[in-house]
């Protein structure tokens, strides 16, 4: 009977090891499956500077935007905001508020509509998709100076690019070394290539951010490292240079040159016309006539007399 029971608790102690095993492993693989979901089907990453504070960039897939609702930005474990989420394929950013300081972490909490969690991000994921493919930029380094050559697209982003900001060896919390727009406002040109020279750096750059705002200044999405889509500088002709050894730099708008109107030269009085001023001219004449006429007779009258 002891020798029974005996089996009968083994039985029951491997049984419930087996479920435990089991257990874990569903658990592993349904997070291993979300974590893919996510990482392939989301990308987004955060940036805290000195002009604009905490901003997060991001773009959902299909997969989230069918059943995600909500999104709730967590900074440093607190809630600090929460947006509705964008449609599918669209990069938004967005400025937390109330943030004044760089924050540790930074993490994405995707809520359905009845406010069930669907999926928690805990690291930035597949930050260079938040580059369209037509825009491409890169750069060179040569003692303190740098040369960010970038080409903006004429699609890919929620509306178009008015100013790049350039970041040197970025650290939170810094304000931009260099910011180029154009001197008049507006759009800055699509598919040519514009120079950005960045001069009295501290260091050599290793790395730059490179973050791309609209006309009201705020930020489009941004990029990090040496290059994104260089292909699409390299094969640019055309250039704009801006090489202006300053904080910021304005492109200067070309100004249209009027065409230029012959002169038309004054016509001439045909012949046996008067002039303008003849009949004056013609005047003056008879009365100088009459008087050497008059001062002639003059003359002759006294020469008889004597």
Same mark, same amino acid.
């Given at each position: 009977?002891?020798?029974?029971?005996?089996?009968?608790?083994?039985?029951?102690?491997?049984?419930?090891?087996?479920?435990?095993?089991?257990?874990?492993?569903?658990?592993?693989?349904?997070?291993?499956?979300?974590?893919?979901?996510?990482?392939?089907?989301?990308?987004?990453?955060?940036?805290?500077?000195?002009?604009?504070?905490?901003?997060?960039?991001?773009?959902?897939?299909?997969?989230?935007?069918?059943?995600?609702?909500?999104?709730?930005?967590?900074?440093?474990?607190?809630?600090?905001?929460?947006?509705?989420?964008?449609?599918?394929?669209?990069?938004?950013?967005?400025?937390?508020?109330?943030? *004044? =300081?760089?924050?540790?972490? @930074?993490?994405?909490?995707?809520?359905?509509? +009845?406010? $069930?969690?669907?999926? #928690? /991000?805990?690291?930035?994921?597949?930050?260079?998709?938040?580059?369209?493919?037509?825009?491409?930029?890169?750069?060179?380094?040569?003692?303190?100076?740098?040369?960010?050559?970038?080409?903006?697209?004429?699609?890919?982003?929620?509306?178009?690019?008015?100013?790049?900001?350039?970041?040197?060896?970025?650290?939170?919390?810094?304000?931009?070394?260099?910011?180029?727009?154009?001197?008049?406002?507006?759009?800055?040109?699509?598919?040519?290539?514009?120079?950005?020279?960045?001069?009295?750096?501290?260091?050599?750059?290793?790395?730059?951010?490179?973050?791309?705002?609209?006309?009201?200044?705020?930020?489009?999405?941004?990029?990090?490292?040496?290059?994104?889509?260089?292909?699409?500088?390299?094969? *640019? =002709?055309?250039?704009?240079? @801006?090489?202006?050894?300053?904080?910021?730099? +304005?492109? $200067?708008?070309?100004? #249209? /040159?009027?065409?230029?109107?012959?002169?038309?030269?004054?016509?001439?009085?045909?012949?046996?016309?008067?002039?303008?001023?003849?009949?004056?001219?013609?005047?003056?004449?008879?009365?100088?006539?009459?008087?050497?006429?008059?001062?002639?007779?003059?003359?002759?009258?006294?020469?008889?007399?004597?």
């Amino acid at each position: 009977m002891a020798l029974a029971k005996n089996r009968l608790s083994l039985l029951t102690v491997g049984s419930v090891r087996i479920i435990l095993v089991i257990s874990l492993l569903m658990t592993f693989f349904s997070w291993q499956k979300a974590s893919a979901l996510t990482a392939t089907d989301m990308s987004w990453s955060w940036t805290y500077d000195g002009e604009r504070g905490l901003q997060v960039v991001m773009v959902l897939g299909n997969t989230w935007t069918n059943s995600a609702s909500t999104i709730a930005i967590v900074v440093d474990g607190t809630a600090a905001e929460t947006i509705t989420a964008p449609a599918a394929g669209v990069i938004i950013a967005e400025k937390v508020e109330g943030i *004044t =300081t760089a924050p540790t972490t @930074v993490l994405l909490n995707i809520f359905d509509g +009845n406010g $069930a969690l669907l999926d #928690a /991000t805990d690291e930035v994921q597949a930050a260079g998709d938040l580059v369209p493919a037509a825009l491409g930029w890169t750069s060179q380094a040569q003692g303190n100076k740098s040369l960010i050559q970038v080409v903006l697209p004429a699609s890919g982003l929620p509306t178009n690019v008015a100013a790049v900001e350039v970041y040197p060896n970025f650290t939170a919390g810094d304000s931009p070394k260099k910011t180029t727009k154009k001197s008049q406002g507006g759009d800055l040109p699509t598919g040519v290539v514009i120079d950005i020279l960045v001069t009295g750096l501290i260091a050599p750059a290793t790395s730059y951010r490179v973050q791309f705002l609209d006309n009201s200044g705020h930020l489009l999405t941004f990029s990090e490292g040496t290059s994104a889509n260089s292909s699409v500088v390299s094969s *640019t =002709t055309t250039r704009i240079p @801006v090489v202006v050894e300053s904080s910021s730099s +304005n492109i $200067a708008v070309p100004i #249209a /040159t009027a065409t230029p109107v012959p002169a038309v030269a004054p016509s001439l009085p045909g012949t046996g016309d008067y002039t303008l001023g003849s009949g004056m001219i013609g005047a003056l004449m008879i009365i100088g006539s009459l008087i050497i006429l008059m001062g002639g007779t003059y003359v002759f009258t006294n020469r008889r007399t004597e």
